[in-house]
T-cell receptor, first 115, second 111 residues
Framework: DAGVIQSPRHEVTEMGQEVTLRCKPISGHDYLFWYRQTMMRGLELLIYFNNNVPIDDSGMPEDRFSAKMPNASFSTLKIQPSEPRDSAVYFC???WGQGPYNEQFFGPGTRLTVL | GNSVTQMEGPVTLSEEAFLTINCTYTATGYPSLFWYVQYPGEGLQLLLKATKADDKGSNKGFEATYRKETTSFHLEKGSVQVSDSAVYFCALNAAGNKLTFGGGTRVLVKP
């Protein structure tokens, strides 16, 4: 398997623009997670899905952020409008099955820079 | 709530030195514990895990023992290599599928 795939790997945009990050989970996995990593705040869980349904979005910072999972093989994280403080590395991860011992598989991340 | 505290880095070592990264946690119930590693420019990958008290996780020469009495899961390696330079994250999962991560510890191994 190719692992979790994220695109783009790097994104540079200007403040106020819409940004869409994409993720393809590992085939067969039923959980998908979006994380944000910054120097100041570390690794934060933004939202996660089970069987394409959002389960917990309590980590989504504000209404400018939205996430969708239209099918089992694709998810998007959208920021509109973007702000400089959104600059971070965004990771997508996927896992299989219910339970606290299951491994999450991470993608390579998208480095977002908002000017 | 659940939380993970790990030692701040960076930790700088010489090749073949002994590595210890401390990790303690606070959680309700009986969490599973994990160490993830992040190499430069990459995503996190699972290094090892333990799912119950006194379990020892091990992989690639790294070990960690789940200590319920001290709520700790310290990571150790007896002889590090330059290729072990990375950021190491301690994490727990107390229920469901949500991971709670520590702040990460950067390790730099010099030849």
């Amino acid at each position: 398997d190719a692992g979790v795939i994220q695109s783009p790997r790097h994104e540079v945009t200007e403040m106020g623009q819409e940004v869409t990050l994409r993720c393809k989970p590992i085939s067969g996995h039923d959980y998908l997670f979006w994380y944000r990593q910054t120097m100041m705040r570390g690794l934060e869980l933004l939202i996660y899905f089970n069987n394409n349904v959002p389960i917990d979005d309590s980590g989504m910072p504000e209404d400018r952020f939205s996430a969708k999972m239209p099918n089992a093989s694709f998810s998007t994280l959208k920021i509109q409008p973007s702000e400089p403080r959104d600059s971070a590395v965004y990771f997508c991860a996927s896992s299989w099955g219910q339970g606290p011992y299951n491994e999450q598989f991470f993608g390579p991340g998208t480095r977002l820079t908002v000017l | 709530g659940n939380s993970v505290t790990q030692m701040e880095g960076p930790v700088t070592l010489s090749e073949e030195a002994f590595l210890t990264i401390n990790c303690t946690y606070t959680a309700t119930g009986y969490p599973s514990l994990f160490w993830y590693v992040q190499y430069p420019g990459e995503g996190l990958q699972l290094l090892l895990k333990a799912t119950k008290a006194d379990d020892k996780g091990s992989n690639k020469g790294f070990e960690a023992t789940y200590r319920k009495e001290t709520t700790s899961f310290h990571l150790e390696k007896g002889s590090v290599q330059v290729s072990d330079s990375a950021v190491y994250f301690c994490a727990l999962n107390a229920a469901g599928n949500k991971l709670t991560f520590g702040g990460g510890t950067r390790v730099l191994v010099k030849p």
